[in-house]
């Protein structure tokens, strides 16, 4: 190993301090760069490769529900941005301006998307005539701006990639029907492929969408206690509708508004894997998202015929469907491991030459550490049995971390106590007014975070003041 090269450097455990541990472990796996726009970050291609694993996946998944993908302008003029009054107050404090074109100034100024609902109006308007004309269901994957006081990495930027779903219906209920489904698509998605379980439920008037009928979320715990807000799905009704004056013939000729959605996600979810799953040496990534699943090391590679089987291998890995790389660096074996640890990659095969002569390897889980002597012979099946079983014990693990954390508050003392001393969900009976949202926030920081799909009622008054309880809703500190 050269001289000048170092061991990986320490990561700050996150019992320490957990947000400059989330802040090393970004930097060091080298998954994003700070760039010479405040409040803006750099994709690398660590980050931006799982990104990309994900866009597939949600896009494979929406396309199976009948989704087509367009792509609108990152332009709105500021006349069109305000036709939808309730809509425009939500994001003007984040909004940036365009007011010049090369030297001369705009007649009139131009937003840079925070968000494209009123761009699909406007096309919808000129699109939608008859009833045949419905449903459409378009998604686009894109960046978006919103001029954020307070940023960091994945989980708060100024621009920030992500996917935006737009459709219209002929009717109220076909709406409802596609904001819950594509909630649901989201849910399954983070359980399934990022190993993330989610509450699913319905925002308060308070949090909801600016503009929005009803929205819907799931909430994610994170390591520390915190929830992360992970998808969201919106129904606008008629609102934005009228607004625009999106019209069609129905069949009995009569002409009636559409009723439409929208729904989101975006690179904020890598931030919740890295804090859902990471531990004090690195990325803990899910084999089902994880760029490279399989990473060969060779131990004494200088030695004859050692990297030529360490070759083979790889291409048998990746001829059975793995995501495969090999390290054939000069670093030294150590540092190959701190590294692959450090990246989360799902699986090791360590493999020297007494290995080689034994027609063995050692298979070594990032999430574990559990160490396995498997013959080349059938290297490839238990390597997918392992990750089949590593994406499984992720989720299980999350969950149980999750239930651990998620506590019943019963009054407003017990709900304080354990806002100050207990991070994680609280679960409270609130009685539909927003002056307790108001105090509980003010008093404690926590929020309303969702009203669960699954309605208990573990209480007859409200948390917060007492009187008769309407719902209950899962609470807590946010990023």
Known sequence: MAKDKKLVEAITSMDVDFAQWYTDVVKKAELMGYSSVKGCMIFKPAGYAIWENIQHELDRRFKETGVENVYMPMFIPESLLEREKDHVEGFAPEVAWVTYGGLNPLQERLCVRPTSETLFCDFYK?????????????????SVVRWEKETRPFLRSREFLWQEGHTAHATAEEAEE??????NLYADFCEEVLAMPVIRGRKTDKEKFAGAEATYTIEAL??????????????????????????????????????????GMTTRLIGAIIMVHGDDSGLVLPPRIAPVQVDVIPIMQNKEGVLDKAHEVLETLRA????????????????????????????????????IEANQAIL??????????????????????????????MLERARAHRDAHTYDAHNYEEFKDIVANKPGFIRGMWCGEQACEDKIKEETTATSRCMPFTQEKISDVCVCCGKPAKKLVYWGKAY
């Not at 000129?126 to 894109?142: A, F, T």
């Open 320 to 355: 059975a469907g793995l995501r495969a790389k090999l390290d054939d660096t000069d670093k030294s074996p150590g540092w190959k491991f701190s590294e692959q640890e450090m990246r989360g990659i799902p699986v090791r095969v360590e493999m020297g030459p007494r290995d």
């Open 178 to 183: 596609r904001t819950q489904q594509m909630l």
């Open 222 to 263: 994170m390591h520390d206690g915190k929830a992360l807000q992970s998808g969201t799905s919106h129904n606008f009704g008629d609102g934005f509708a009228k607004a625009f004056e999106i019209q069609y013939t129905d069949k009995d000729n009569q002409l009636k508004y559409v009723h439409q959605t929208s729904w």
């Open 364 to 393: 070594v889980r990032r999430d574990t550490r559990e160490k396995i002597t498997v013959s080349l012979d059938t290297l490839a099946e238990k390597i997918t049995e392992i990750l089949d079983t590593m994406q499984t014990e």
């Open 126 to 142: 000129d699109e939608i005539q008859s009833y045949r004309d419905l449903p459409k269901v378009y998604n686009q994957w894109c």
